[in-house]
């Protein structure tokens, strides 16, 4: 998945969220409930990445069971 992850040191992760907050109703999240959402849903393993560029990245593996 590639999102802006949300952090209080993130300014514009901050804007992005102000942003769909008002135009869509939607938000970003933070690394931790990303977590959450990929691990409720079977994921085990989950990473994340600041990248600098415009989307961070988050990789969740789920084992093949």
Known sequence: ????LLSDTNL??????LNML????GRERTAEEYAGL??????Q???HRIT??????TLGIKDAR
Do not use: R
Not at 22 to 25: A, F, G, K, R, W
């Open 12 to 17: 514009s992760a901050q804007m992005q969220n």
């Open 52 to 57: 600098g560029a415009p989307l961070d990245a």
């Open 45 to 47: 393993h989950v990473e």
């Open 22 to 25: 008002v135009v869509t109703e």
């Open 38 to 43: 990929l691990q409720a849903a079977g994921f």
């Open 1 to 4: 998945m590639a999102e802006k």
